[in-house]
């Protein structure tokens, strides 16, 4: 079955770190740029970060860049999200998504992430 | 890198025709092919319905189309159903150091 599932969410306080991960299975995942897409309760989508196909590059939107760190791992089917100060407007529900063609076609079940002390 | 502008709620009637409209602007929706729509139930994750300005993805319904003019993008989906009512979300590449930006969202209401 081709799928994504997302895990590592949770309640971390200010300034704290916590870090995701995004497991692929029933696809080639090396072919293939992905993305994470987050969205705070009761909020719209928003795009976070994306990664090319081999890891070597990754680009971040501006109210992440500087604190996230997006990464893969191809042999183990992975993908990583290291969030670092986490600041309260990071709650969401992040998704990770397979990325081809300018577009989001296959998204994971999300997994939550809560910013409070 | 500002997001796309939506109407907040379109409602219709069943068997009506209804369009959501996405503004941007020269830097994304009007520079790029690649404005994507998506579909949202309450409490579940995104589902793509119309990529690279007008393509449909394999199962999803001819109902639903996409089109482009200018900085404006639209989704139109043609005899609304009840399973229609979901939270609708556009999205365009923008080429710059931010590549993506979604649209603000559409509730859409079937009457």
């Known amino acids: 079955e081709v799928q994504l599932v997302e895990s590592g969410g949770g309640l971390v306080q200010p300034g704290g770190s916590l870090r995701l991960s995004c497991a692929a299975s029933?696809?080639?995942?090396?072919?293939?740029?992905m993305s994470w897409i987050r969205q705070a309760p009761g909020k719209g989508l928003e795009w976070v970060a994306n990664i090319k196909k081999d890891g070597s590059e990754s680009y971040y939107a501006d109210s992440v860049r500087g604190r996230f760190t997006f990464s893969r791992d191809n042999a183990r089917n992975s993908l990583y999200l290291q969030m670092n100060s986490l600041r309260a407007e990071d709650t969401a529900v992040y998704y990770c998504a397979r990325h081809p063609y300018s577009s989001f076609e296959m998204w994971g079940q999300g997994t939550m992430v809560t910013v409070s002390s | 890198q500002s997001a796309l502008t939506q109407p907040a709620s379109v409602s219709g009637s069943p068997g009506q025709s209804i369009t959501i409209s996405c503004t941007g602007s020269?830097?994304?929706?009007?520079?790029?092919?690649?404005v994507s729509w998506y579909q949202q139930y309450p409490g579940k994750a995104p589902k793509l319905m119309i990529y690279?300005?007008?393509n449909r993805p394999s199962g999803v319904s001819d109902r639903f189309s996409g089109s482009k003019s200018g900085n404006t993008a639209s989704l139109t989906i043609s005899g609304l159903q009840a399973e229609d009512e979901a939270d609708y979300y556009c999205s365009s590449y923008t080429g710059s150091s931010t590549p993506y930006v979604f649209g603000t969202g559409t509730k859409v209401t079937v009457l």
């Open positions: 020269s830097s994304d929706v009007g520079g790029y092919k690649y």
């Open positions: 029933g696809f080639t995942f090396s072919s293939y740029w």
């Open positions: 690279g300005v007008s």
